[in-house]
């Protein structure tokens, strides 16, 4: 208990999380995982003997190491630590942590700087879904900046921009970015759309569901019946996405869409997966913008013409923009060309952590 583990704490997005280097921790994906939730001291609901933050928005780590190939300069692991549970999943991306990746790379000396450079492209291996994301960020003097004029809602001021952009996301964890191959299947009696274009991600009217979908999040987190079936559905999609048995993960996410009521494009809710997200995850952003795109999709009918590639999300705390550019197939689909998103990041912490002995 004695020994620090080296780790910075950093704000991504609106996530924050424990960033650490590969050669940190341990190999052994067991003892690595064990020695994680010590850190973050899950499982508990406060995780009082902990450095996380009692949700699951601030219960991540991003674990960073050189890229093994040329296919990118650097290759990031998100890892979700459970909060009152012992989980520890690798199923899914954090494009919230992702823009942290970049900025850290450089304070750890991962990549070589120009102290005259003003700007710095980094190729990320994204190891969760083994796909690439390209984020580019600011420098001055050679180290990262974090100070801007960039505004991204659910953090407070602004900060310096963090451009990301991505590569071949469709399918990158379920195989094809429609599952099923459909625009829409009917689960527990509710048209769903199943897609993955960075996220595994359910997408559903929230009136055929009962709810507006512009409730807050307690009062959608305090509607039982609302809960039990949209958990219903989840598990169904889960084998219907070649994800297998989620009961125990944190994927597939779930989004009910509903018409735009602030100006964007379109209404969103989400449940990632028990608990509803007070903005909306940056992959799962990206997600739901090409549901809204899709033709027949569930979300087509609350969708708002947005005026060139960029999809404005509307959800609880603000918006969050989505640059799909699509082309359409002759089968009548689209084909997803490009994605990126801005996010901003924040160093907060640099130094040791000390876990928690072990039980």
Known sequence: M???????????GSSKGAYFLAQDLPANASERDDLLRRIMGSPDLRQIDGIGGAHPLTSKVAIVDRCPDDRADVAYLFLQVGVDSDQVSDRQN???????????????????????????????????????????????????????????????????AVQLDFEDLGGGSCGQMLPTGKA???IESVDCTLIDNGMPV?????????????????????????RTKLEAIRIQAGQMMNLGDVSDTTVPKLTMVSPAVDGGHIN?????????????????????????????????????DPAGNTVRLE????????????AATPDGGIEISRAGIVRTARKLMDGLVFPRAKD
């Not at 449940?271 to 952003?285: M, N, Q, S």
């Not at 959800?315 to 699509?326: I, L, Q």
């Open 94 to 160: 954090c494009g919230n942590l992702l823009a942290g990746v970049a900025p850290f790379a450089v304070e750890r000396g991962l990549v070589d700087t120009d102290p005259g450079a003003r700007e710095l492209t980094v190729r990320i291996l994204m190891r969760n879904t083994d796909t690439v994301a390209v984020a580019r960020i600011l420098l001055r003097d050679g180290a990262p900046v974090y100070d801007g004029e960039t505004a991204i809602s659910g953090v407070p001021g602004t900060a310096a």
């Open 202 to 226: 359910v997408v559903m009217r929230a009136a055929d569901l009962g709810v507006s979908g512009t409730e807050s999040c307690s009062v959608l987190e305090t509607n039982s019946e609302l």
């Open 315 to 326: 959800h609880p705390t603000g918006f969050f923009d989505a640059s799909v550019e699509v």
């Open 2 to 12: 004695g020994i620090g583990v080296r780790c910075m704490m950093m704000r991504g």
């Open 268 to 304: 969103t809710r989400t449940f990632i997966p028990h608990r509803c997200h007070e903005a909306i995850g940056v992959l799962g952003a990206v997600s739901v913008a090409t549901a809204a795109l899709l033709p027949g999709s569930s979300a087509e009918s609350s969708m708002t």
């Open 184 to 186: 829409v299947d009917t």
